[in-house]
């Protein structure tokens, strides 16, 4: 793993260099559009070898005196273990600011493991200790990950009016995420003593389908954004509340509901050098009503850019409530140049099992780690993002990526 960490870094180093030698010499002109295609090149035991592209993209919408900027992340890879991943994940400003468009999209041929609900020794149990849902039939702990293969298509999109001439935004959101063709490979209910995975209990004691299901719903939303600047902020705040509703009419498979808050701030150490500073970013997931498919309860890493949980994989964490904390330090590595930076982060997660009465901050599963980080894009700051993790039970893991992880 280190040894392909090491050869990602050179590749990556490689591309950035040539790209920014490239912006330098364009720097006398003014471009209101910058795409930065990189190559996507890594190693992880789920995916195996992962190739591809992931492109990142800014633009202006409108002057850039009134117009923050807009940006893009995308990916195009194939695995050697036949997985198929694409994204497209923007945050767009209309000119003036007026409005601020929020889009995810995602469709996966894929696998991955799952660990049960809550965080903490107990998040292998499936449901919780003594539940019964068949005769003679109970739950019982798997302690380590439980591989599923899937299907999984997600369209999601916000559209948010700026009030006045205030940094609040209120609008709606039609959000679709349909899981098929799952495998749960470590399922034998014919086995002398039954496996039942977190995902098969989970399902059948809440009336889901174990092979396929549907969440899709609409969205009440208010954001406050006063950042500098959306993919590299060194100053403002960030704060966003969706409430998301999903009803049995619009295709869902049960009603529910489902309540997002999230909060980002930066604290400057030196204001002489505002890329020197301290980043504060934290968030909620809640099932508020109704039950909601094992594999779209709240989960850390699936958030809209899938950046929270650094040193832990996709979904390691998995409840009906989540709560995440993360701090990071930024600051730049030369003297009067903003071409090379360094980070080093902290983060926490907790998540509850309401089954197995695991409340929220009974258990707290943390990670650290830090990076490197180099600007490709004066202008719009797009930043190479080289991070790597530790955290619990073992857990860690190299990211690269572009623009700040918040």
């Known amino acids: 793993m280190r040894k392909t960490a090491i050869l990602v870094i050179l590749i990556l180093v490689s591309c950035t260099v040539f790209a920014t030698e490239k912006e330098d010499k364009k720097e006398k002109k003014d471009k209101n559009f ?59 400003f209309l000119s003036g600011d007026s409005w601020n468009l929020l889009g995810d999209w995602r469709y996966f041929i894929s696998s991955q493991p799952t660990y049960g609900l809550g965080t903490g020794p107990q998040s292998g149990k499936p449901v919780g200790t003594g539940v019964e849902y068949e005769d003679g039939l109970f739950t019982q702990p798997i302690p380590d990950a439980q591989m599923m293969e899937f299907n999984y298509l997600r369209f999601h999109e916000t559209v948010l009016k700026r009030i006045g001439d205030t940094r609040y935004f209120v609008g709606v959101g039609y959000h679709l995420d349909i899981h098929s063709k799952i495998q749960d490979n470590l399922l034998d209910l014919g086995a002398e003593q039954p496996v039942v995975t977190s995902h098969y209990g989970y399902q059948t004691l809440n009336g889901f389908s174990t092979d396929k299901y549907t969440l899709s719903g609409l969205s009440f939303n208010a954001l406050l954004d006063s950042r500098d600047n959306a993919i590299n902020p060194y100053s403002g705040r960030y704060a966003f509340a969706n409430i998301r509703i999903n009803p049995e009419f619009l295709g869902s498979n049960k009603s529910s509901s489902v309540l997002w808050l999230e ?56 409840g009906e409530d989540l709560l995440y904390g993360e701090v990071e330090y930024r600051f730049p590595l030369q003297k009067t140049k903003e071409t090379f930076g360094g980070v080093v982060f902290v983060n926490t997660t907790t998540a509850s099992n309401r089954d197995a009465d695991i409340q929220l901050f009974k258990y707290l599963d943390y990670a650290y780690g830090a990076g490197l980080r180099i600007m490709i894009n004066k202008k719009s700051r797009a930043n190479l993002s080289l991070d790597y993790a530790f955290g619990k039970y073992g857990a860690h893991g190299f990211y690269f990526g572009i623009n700040e992880v918040f």
């Open 34 to 92: 910058s795409i930065i295609p990189l190559p996507a090149i890594a190693y992880n035991p789920t995916g195996g070898w992962l190739l591809g592209v992931a492109p990142g993209a800014s633009w202006f919408m409108g002057d850039p005196v009134n117009t923050s900027i807009s940006s893009g992340l995308g990916t195009l890879i194939y695995t050697t273990k036949k997985q198929f991943l694409f994204t497209a994940k923007t945050n767009v």
């Open 263 to 318: 909060y980002r701030d930066y604290l400057h150490v030196d204001k002489n050098r505002p890329r020197h500073l301290i980043g504060f970013w934290t968030y909620g997931w809640f099932v508020t009503s109704g039950k909601v498919p094992y594999m779209d309860l709240p989960a850390v890493g699936w958030d809209q850019f899938g950046r929270s949980g650094r040193a832990y994989t996709q979904g390691r964490f998995r």
